[in-house]
């Protein structure tokens, strides 16, 4: 795949164990997938801070989105007359025309992983709590 072509995002190590152990520990998984969209909106909201800005449109496409196993921040679209299909680029960059990597998405979950990984620790702790009868 092209460096060009690269969606921008992240991705949380360990979300795949944390789903397993939780589902080994009779926790109902769907109630993970608020917590993704929380952690992701967190570092979204830097990431709205953190985009490179020549006109203002890349910043409004920024969205998060969900599921039981994981948060997304997604930047970009592909829409006729007006779309933003350059964000994949602005991100990671494009050797090849002179484009450098600015990866707006990513610093701002790493810079915002303390606030969001005490959601996790949260759950974390009351599903244990779930688990032991508390």
């Not at 969205?63 to 299909?85: S, W």
Request: charged share 30%.
């Amino acid at each position: 795949m092209a460096e060009h072509s690269r969606k921008p995002g992240f991705t949380l190590n360990g979300a795949s164990n944390l789903s397993r152990t939780l589902r080994r520990a009779g926790v109902d998984i769907r109630e993970l997938k608020p917590v993704n969209r929380e952690a992701a909106e967190i570092a979204m909201k830097r990431a709205g801070t953190e985009v490179p800005k020549r006109s203002g449109r890349l910043a409004q496409t920024l969205r998060v989105g969900a599921t039981n196993r994981a948060g997304v921040i997604r930047a970009g679209n592909n829409r006729a007359n007006g779309g933003v299909p350059y964000a994949g680029a602005i991100h990671w960059g494009w050797p090849d025309r002179d484009i450098a990597a600015h990866p707006f998405i990513a610093k701002s979950a790493r810079e915002t992983e303390h606030k969001w990984r005490q959601l996790y620790e949260r759950f974390s702790e009351q599903a244990i709590a779930k688990v032991k009868g508390k």
